[in-house]
Structures are given as C-alpha cells and as structure tokens.
C-alpha cells in the first residue's frame, strides 16, 4: 500500500534518515467503562485502570494502525476486552499468558484471523493481571493482528472470543 497523502512526511531527503524532536505518545487512561477509539488515535497506549475493567472497540482498520494495550491493575470483576468494530473484521496473531501460580504454567493462545474479534482478560486465567501488554496492528481493511504477553493465575485459559 502507498503512503497515504494526509500523513505528514518528516523528512529532509538525506542518506541517514531525519531527527524528530518532541514526539510522545497519547495515552488513554481512566475512561470508565466503555471506550470507543478513533482512528486519528492510532498509536497510543491504552490503559486497562479499572478493576471492573474496561470494554475497548478499535476503530475500523486501516493498513499501519497501532493500539497497545496494558494493565496497571488487576482487573477482579468483568473482564477488560478489546473487541473489532465489525462482525467481519478479525484478529490474527498469539499472545502468551504467563501464570503467577508456582505450579501452573504459561501458554501461548492464538487467534486465528477468521471468527475471532476480541481479546477478554480476567485477572485470573486469561491474563488481566498488572503487567500484561498487547499490540494490535493493523495489516488489512479486515485484520489486526496481535502480539503479546499477559500475566495470570492458576490455569491459565484462551482470551480470544468471537463475540
């Protein structure tokens, strides 16, 4: 896909590439319940603050978007869940779930690109414990994919959810 014309360019033509000064990062945090993510905030670092959790819902796709995904609290009640914005729009990719308990081991959960649209963490089995970070990126009008790892307890359990 070609760079799209909106984008600003930095750039100055020279071998080595170019300096940016005074780039950061958004960060989006302490929004409550419900979250909706606009398309114009690709590359933030969205926070999961909510014991209660969080529910995210991505924008629709667009080649080269980025949303990171971390836990600052152990998410106890509900789940904190980031879910496509369409029926017909998938994740693909892995994330492994490391647990805290001594005598239970991690595991690597994937999605498969073609029924699963969220990824659901409890603060237990499905890694929705402090730590826990994921990247969503997307490669289509149709496909995130996701890359991570996340932190649980006991037994740990698939995330991914087709609904």
């Not at 799209?4 to 302490?30: F, K």
């Not at 509900?78 to 879910?83: A, D, F, N, R, T």
């Amino acid at each position: 896909m070609a760079t799209p014309t909106d984008i600003e360019r930095i750039t100055y033509g020279g071998p080595r590439g170019s300096l940016a000064l005074g780039l950061h990062r958004n960060v989006i945090q302490g929004v409550g319940a419900t979250r909706t993510l606009l398309a114009g905030e690709s590359n933030s670092l969205c926070i999961f603050d909510r014991a209660a959790g969080v529910v995210y819902t991505l924008p629709a796709p667009v080649e080269g978007m980025q949303f990171e995904f971390r836990n600052t609290v152990a998410i106890t009640a509900s789940s904190g869940k980031v879910i496509t914005s369409g029926a017909a729009i998938f994740i693909l990719g892995s994330v492994m779930i490391g647990s805290l308990t001594v005598d239970a081991s991690g595991d690597v959960f994937q999605a498969n690109g073609t029924t699963h649209v969220a990824i659901a963490s409890s603060g237990s089995t499905t890694g929705g414990l402090i730590g826990g970070s994921y990247t969503l990126t997307a490669i289509s009008s149709t496909i995130w994919v996701v890359e991570g790892s996340l932190v649980g307890s006991g037994t740990v359990a698939d995330p991914f959810a087709t609904s």
